[in-house]
């Protein structure tokens, strides 16, 4: 698949992936300067980049492995979207879990971006719904007894 990405900014750096069969290719940080994000803190981080995905595919940004494990940093929307129809910058909102500040350095990967399908349904109200053996069991409803 082919996915056209334009560069906002000379210093963007186009979508990599880090291995043959990766699924998420990494995103990278398109800044002036290091930037330091406070604890519990979050801070919209530009990738330089706009993408045109093709219809029925989105953008799923999910954090990295690595930065959320060495330094508490990963996105606030957990899985954030960037839908087929927008051409805007692709931001990242990373957040800082940690107890300390943390320094996000220019060209370092923030993110990672997974090019998945998807379907639009169509929602239509009903009266009723199929029974099932888990019926209305919410939260923890399916774990042991």
Do not use: W
Request: proline fraction near 4%; charge should be neutral; charged fraction near 20%.
């Amino acid at each position: 698949m082919n996915v056209s990405v334009k560069k906002l900014n000379d210093r963007a750096v186009l979508p990599a992936y880090g291995s043959e069969f990766a699924a998420g290719a990494d995103l990278y940080a398109c800044l002036d300067g290091d930037i330091t994000i406070e604890p519990h803190a979050t801070v919209l981080i530009p990738t330089g980049i706009a993408l045109e995905l093709p219809v029925g595919y989105a953008g799923l940004i999910y954090a990295r492995s690595g930065l959320a494990t060495k330094k508490g940093l990963a996105p606030a929307n957990k899985v954030g979207v960037v839908d087929c129809d927008y051409r805007g910058e692709v931001k990242v909102a990373l957040h800082n879990h940690s107890q300390t500040a943390q320094t996000v350095a220019a060209g370092e990967r923030v993110a990672q971006l997974v090019i998945t399908p998807y379907i639009t349904a169509k929602f239509t109200e009903a009266e009723e719904l199929s029974s099932t053996v888990r019926g209305a069991g919410g939260f923890g409803s399916t774990g042991s007894k």
